[in-house]
């Protein structure tokens, strides 16, 4: 079955260390999102690309955080500096999304999440 | 039959109105979004339901896990609320299953 591939599952790190998460999206859709869950927040959506290009990042704080999609097989995550705040499970998901065109429920599928934690 | 339905599919109404949108599921779930597009912009996330009631402003999200069923509701419509809801839901296997979404247009 296709898949989504998040690495790494998991991650420790200093306060202040750079923290990079990929995903590798399922070929041949076109929308990526980045997601970040906590017990707090729940699920909060970061960042949304459709072909590549960023629609939404709304969600991000972007003094810290960057996200972006070099090629169609790569999405990345940064945050530099990262701190405590940020320990979360981050989720990205991939899918073929149309949008209000009456086809029936679209599916997007999520990776398995990469478990950060900041010290 | 899709799992995730939407209804209406396009709703048309007065600004001032309140806005009713429903969404019914048939699978487990661990969550239900609400989501917001509008014309040529991303997709904004309104609220995360696992259980209850939410409320941001003048839009509310209820759930009814028991019924499997959610709405969206939006007091004193405004024409900017104009936009595409979407309604999806994460089921166990960290799938977001997405509706079909529902057209909502506010005449000023």
């Known amino acids: 079955d296709a898949r989504v591939t998040q690495t790494p599952r998991h991650k420790v790190t200093e306060m202040g260390q750079e923290v990079t998460m990929r995903c590798q999206p399922i070929?041949?859709?076109?929308?990526v999102f980045w997601y970040r869950q906590t017990m707090m927040q729940g699920l909060e959506l970061l960042a949304y690309?459709?072909?590549?290009?960023?629609?939404?990042d709304s969600g991000m704080p972007k003094d810290r955080f960057s996200a972006e999609m070099p090629d169609a097989t790569l999405a990345t995550l940064k945050i530099q500096p990262s701190e405590p705040r940020d320990s979360a499970v981050y989720f990205c998901?991939?899918?073929?999304?149309?949008?209000?065109?009456?086809?029936?429920?679209?599916?997007?599928?999520f990776g398995a999440g990469s478990r950060l934690t900041v010290l | 039959k899709n799992e995730v339905e939407q209804s209406p599919q396009n709703l048309t109404a007065q600004e001032g109105e309140f806005i009713t949108i429903n969404c019914s599921y048939s699978?487990?779930?661990?969550?239900l979004h609400w989501l917001q597009q509008h014309p040529g912009g991303g997709i904004v996330s309104l609220f995360m339901?696992?259980?209850?009631?939410k409320k941001h402003g003048r839009l509310i999200a209820t759930i009814n896990i028991q019924e499997k069923h959610s709405s969206l509701h939006i007091t004193a419509s405004h024409p900017r609320d104009s936009a595409v809801y979407i309604c999806?839901?994460?089921?166990?296997?960290?799938?977001?299953?997405w509706g079909a979404g529902t057209k909502l247009i506010i005449k000023p």
């Open positions: 998901a991939s899918g073929l999304v149309r949008i209000g065109t009456g086809a029936g429920a679209n599916v997007l599928t």
């Open positions: 070929l041949g859709h076109n929308t």
């Open positions: 690309f459709r072909n590549r290009a960023p629609l939404d």
């Open positions: 699978v487990g779930i661990s969550a």
């Open positions: 339901l696992s259980s209850g009631k």
């Open positions: 999806a839901v994460m089921d166990s296997n960290y799938q977001l299953i």
